[in-house]
Nanobody, 125 residues
Framework: QVQLVATGGGLVQPGGSLRLSCAAS????????IGWFRQAPGKEREGVSC????????QYVDSVKGRFTISRDNAKTTVFLQMNSLKPEDTAVYYC??????????????????WGQGTQVTVSS
């Protein structure tokens, strides 16, 4: 019953913007930390951004800081990743994931229990 659905990807020119959405089905997100990850061909998956349960603190990988913004809607059913000033190196499949860790929920050692299917982001001229 638990599902995460990632949408919003597409083809955009360098400097353009996209907004990715991660919608929860079967549960609400108020007690879940949500992370965005991406994986480009031939590269390992990397964490992009994270919004923590509870206080809602956010984290970003250095390469996107200042360009991407993670947020949660008022109903706590959807987490967004606003992607501005996109660069070709942002091209990847983007995944959202959720965990229920009580602390260090955005840390590298956390287990992500639920995953969305991924949405393709292509930044190209």
């Amino acid at each position: 019953q638990v599902q995460l659905v990632a949408t919003g990807g597409g083809l955009v020119q360098p400097g353009g913007s996209l907004r990715l959405s991660c919608a929860a089905s079967g549960f609400t997100l108020d007690d879940y930390t949500i992370g965005w990850f991406r994986q480009a061909p031939g590269k390992e998956r990397e964490g992009v951004s994270c919004i923590m349960r509870g206080h809602g603190s956010t984290q970003y990988v250095d390469s996107v800081k200042g360009r991407f913004t993670i947020s949660r809607d008022n109903a706590k059913t959807t987490v967004f990743l606003q992607m501005n000033s996109l660069k070709p190196e942002d091209t990847a499949v983007y995944y959202c994931a959720a965990n229920q860790a009580l602390w260090n929920a955005c840390g590298v050692a956390v287990r992500w229990n639920y995953w969305g299917q991924g949405t393709q982001v292509t930044v190209s001229s």
